[in-house]
């Protein structure tokens, strides 16, 4: 499929995003309007006006609405006034460190908040096809230097990667007892990397922390330099949940439910030293100091194989590693200079479908 054919099926849809105030959440609403869909944004409020949401204006482009997923009684009367075609939910507590510190409420936002969004899907006849955005964390470290599939057993290490786990096992259970023939709703869960890009300004992020590194003057401290991380831009990710969305969206069949990583090329995965003195550089500027108080768990090594989405959805990645980072200090240098923010957003968007159709066109 080609941009295109993506943006034909896309346009006039009513299409949900929780977390729409989000990093990804915010970057997707963003795409999908671009495309032509009728969006509709649920989250909590933006933390901050240099959040991607805020400095996109998405207030004013999409049908935002202030929603917490664990407030099940306000997202089922919200979903079912709104009737959308197509849920993309990327609602969630994000950080593995925070989750340590706020356990019961990461597992209550990403474990119960998906048994939330699936009940609202299940009792809303509108929706044909839900992409549950879930996280590479889901899956049980062995620091396995290949890549996990999405048959590997999910993990339980910490909170947030338990959390994930759970979620999947949620989605799956779902999968098979309610949307199970070709009458329901199609149902995909999605995996990716570390997912960076403009807009994110989470705490305990190295992008985010490297930009107010550079901003603030102060150097970057480094936890765990020599953790081998999957790297890729967000536009990366989305695309494969747009692709995936869309056909899931044209197939009247479940052949394409279930599990699948959106993840970067194998070179992609580098220490994270190597990703901050790689930043800096294309920056010009920034200093970074590790520090040796490690104290929480945090794997060594993550990767995802995305063998089945290349094969069974001709899904690829279009950036590379610098491309990806040139691509992202791009995105975060347009915020201070006095340019339209949205404008530049939308010419990276531009740009990525123009590689999808080039990619699509040598298959």
């Not at 190597?274 to 060594?300: K, N, P």
């Amino acid at each position: 499929m080609n941009a295109k054919t993506m943006k034909n099926y896309y346009a006039g849809k009513k299409v949900l995003v929780t977390g729409d105030t989000g990093f990804k959440g915010s970057w997707l609403s963003l795409w999908l309007s671009h495309l032509g869909a009728h969006v509709y944004g649920i989250g909590l409020p933006p933390q901050s006006k240099d959040d991607n949401f805020v400095l996109c204006e998405l207030d004013s482009l999409i049908s935002h609405k202030t929603l917490d997923i664990c407030d099940h009684h306000a997202l089922y009367d919200y979903v079912s006034d709104i009737s959308p075609d197509i849920v993309f939910h990327l609602a969630a507590q994000p950080l593995v460190r925070l989750s340590y510190e706020i356990p019961r409420e990461t597992m209550q936002t990403n474990v119960m908040g998906t048994v939330h969004i699936l009940e609202a899907v299940r009792n809303t006849p509108s929706i044909t096809t839900a992409i549950m955005v879930t996280s590479d964390k889901c899956y049980e470290n062995k620091e396995w230097v290949y890549g996990y599939r999405e048959c590997d057993e999910m993990g339980e290490y910490d909170p947030y990667s338990a959390s994930k786990g759970a979620a999947e096992i949620v989605i799956r259970s779902y999968l098979h007892s309610y949307f199970n023939n070709s009458s329901s709703a199609r149902i995909a869960s999605v995996r990716a990397g570390n997912v960076i890009g403009a807009g994110d300004q989470s705490l305990d992020r190295i992008i985010p922390d490297c930009i107010r590194s550079i901003r603030g003057g102060d150097p970057l401290i480094i936890r765990n330099p020599h953790a081998l991380r999957p790297w890729q831009h967000v536009l990366e990710p989305l695309s494969g949940y747009l692709l995936l969305g869309a056909l899931l969206g044209m197939n009247c069949n479940n052949s394409l439910c279930g599990a699948w990583n959106f993840g970067p090329r194998y070179e992609s995965i580098v220490p994270v030293e190597q990703i901050v003195r790689m930043f800096f550089d294309i920056a010009g500027s920034g200093t970074y100091q590790v520090s040796s108080s490690q104290t929480l768990h945090e794997a060594s090594i993550l990767a995802l194989d995305i063998t089945k989405a290349v094969l069974l959805l001709k899904w690829s990645p279009m950036l590379d590693i610098q491309e990806t980072l040139q691509w992202t200090w791009d995105g975060y240098k347009v915020e201070t200079s006095g340019e339209s923010t949205i404008t530049h957003r939308i010419q990276q968007i531009e740009e990525y479908m123009h590689r999808m159709d080039a990619g699509s066109n040598r298959t």
